[in-house]
């Protein structure tokens, strides 16, 4: 029982780049989450989903799209990177109110 | 506008006394408040919660305090470990309005606890 896994844990990316961060659960959890943590700061949400097929908008969804085809895997994507994407990003799972963090994604934007 | 407050960036304490860590919040839809902590590089683990209809939750070392009244919880150490120094998050989620379970963060308290 893996957890939430997250891939890749560190990135660079250019300006106007884009790239797909992966999460993904072993636990049947139907809720995902995708949060950001600026220095200093709380985790801010960026998008979620309910279930497969069902994704909503968080706090920060600017610059950002999800998808959910199913249960397991909720991957964030970033189109068009911006320095203000630099950040550390966590995907989250859960059951009820208790959710289960992967290690992170760093990504630097330059 | 913060919804969930933790004044207070860092704290420093001894091995063996008591931690206790503040968390304020202003939506009175919360009804269920939790603690994570965090390493370096790592992502946040869960510690412990506690439901509105309570007013304090143990486990272990860790006790939660709720004050409804006041809008305010509490995270107590006892006694507190250099292990325990990390990141501390306190986190809130209400249950009305279909919420699904999202979660509102607080900016966190730095603990160190010196041997």
């Known amino acids: 029982n893996a957890g939430v896994t997250q891939t890749p844990k560190f990135r660079i990316l250019k300006i106007g780049q884009s790239m797909t961060l992966q999460c993904a659960q072993d636990m049947n959890h139907n809720y995902m989450y995708w949060y950001r943590q600026d220095p200093g700061m709380g985790l801010k949400l960026i998008y979620y989903s309910v279930g497969a097929g069902i994704t909503d908008k968080g706090e920060v969804p600017n610059g950002y799209n999800v998808s959910r085809s199913t249960t397991e895997d909720f991957p964030l994507r970033l189109e068009l990177a911006a320095p203000s994407q630099t950040s550390v990003y966590f995907c989250a799972s859960s059951l009820t109110e208790t959710q289960y963090f992967g290690p992170g994604t760093r990504l630097l934007v330059l | 506008d913060q919804q969930v407050k933790q004044n207070s960036p860092s704290l420093s304490v001894q091995e063996g006394r008591i931690s206790i860590l503040n968390c304020d919040y202003t939506?009175?839809?919360?009804?269920?408040f939790l603690w994570y902590k965090k390493y370096p590089a790592e992502g946040p683990t869960f510690l412990i919660s506690?439901?509105?209809?309570?007013d304090k939750n143990e486990d272990g070392r860790f006790t939660v305090f709720l004050n409804k009244s006041a809008k305010h919880l509490s995270l107590h150490i006892v006694p507190s470990q250099p292990g325990d120094s990390a990141v501390y998050f306190c986190a809130a989620s209400s249950s009305s309005g279909g919420s699904n379970y999202k979660l509102t963060f607080g900016k966190g308290t730095l603990l160190t606890v010196n041997p």
């Open positions: 506690i439901s509105s209809i309570k």
């Open positions: 939506n009175s839809m919360f009804d269920y």
